[in-house]
């Protein structure tokens, strides 16, 4: 199969899943990016033409017209079906977004220009407790008279993979970035969802995931 057409406002993505609700929430982050740097954009326009400098002719592009092209793949998380913890729930973003970028290499003979992976899990927080003193204590996971007290909470990690380049640079990076160093092999950025409480949020979480994928990105472009 051919390659989509590489076009300079068009970014190619692969993901390590066909859900739904994790494609939506990558298309959400990533337009939410480039509502912003086409924001700041304007705002710097606006600044040069309030100093008479002219407007480069290379600038004409319309930024609105910058075309995602998404790829969702079933790929393996390479981690437990339910993953306890940050360690397992970021290894099995990490492995989706590695296997995405693989499988659309295959696909397309060439790659993506980044892949994403998202995994959801669950974690133990350990709440302090007040004994009959009066002071606070803290219980164990395995303390039986407890585990009301410790509730399971849901998180998301979310994984970016790829090579940092001129054009993902200058498409999604802040215009604070004044200079980047090429990738000669891909690279990871990393971004974590708060923690929800299981009972009323799990079946939610990729709804919470935005805000931090944008910083994952935003950690991978530096």
Not at 8 to 19: H, L, P, Q, T
Not at 27 to 40: D, F, G, M, T, V
Not at 147 to 158: E, I, K, L, S, V
Request: net charge negative.
């Amino acid at each position: 199969m051919s390659s989509p057409s590489a076009k300079k406002k068009e970014i190619r993505i692969a993901v390590g899943s066909r859900n739904p609700a994790k494609l939506r929430a990558v298309e959400q982050a990533l337009r939410k990016i480039l509502a912003c740097k086409q924001q700041q954009q304007q705002q710097q326009q606006q600044q040069h033409d309030h100093d008479g400098v002219n407007k480069n002719d290379d600038d004409d592009d319309d930024d609105d017209a910058v075309t995602i092209v998404m790829v969702g793949y079933d790929v393996e998380s390479g981690v437990r079906d339910q993953p306890m913890g940050d360690e397992e729930t970021c290894l099995g973003a990490k492995n989706r977004a590695h296997a995405a970028y693989q499988a659309y290499r295959k696909e397309f003979d060439g790659p993506p220009h980044l892949a994403f992976g998202l995994e959801g899990g669950l974690e133990t927080i350990i709440l302090p407790t007040t004994n009959n003193n009066g002071k606070e204590t803290k219980t164990t996971e395995s303390d039986d008279n407890n585990r009301n007290h410790n509730p399971m909470y849901c998180m998301a990690w979310m994984a970016v993979y790829g090579k940092r380049t001129a054009f993902t640079v200058d498409l999604i990076a802040s215009s604070d970035v004044k200079t980047y160093h090429g990738d000669r092999t891909p690279r990871f950025g990393l971004g974590k969802t708060g923690e929800l409480r299981n009972d009323d949020a799990h079946k939610n979480i990729y709804m919470y995931i935005c805000n931090e994928m944008c910083l994952g990105i935003s950690m991978f472009v530096k």
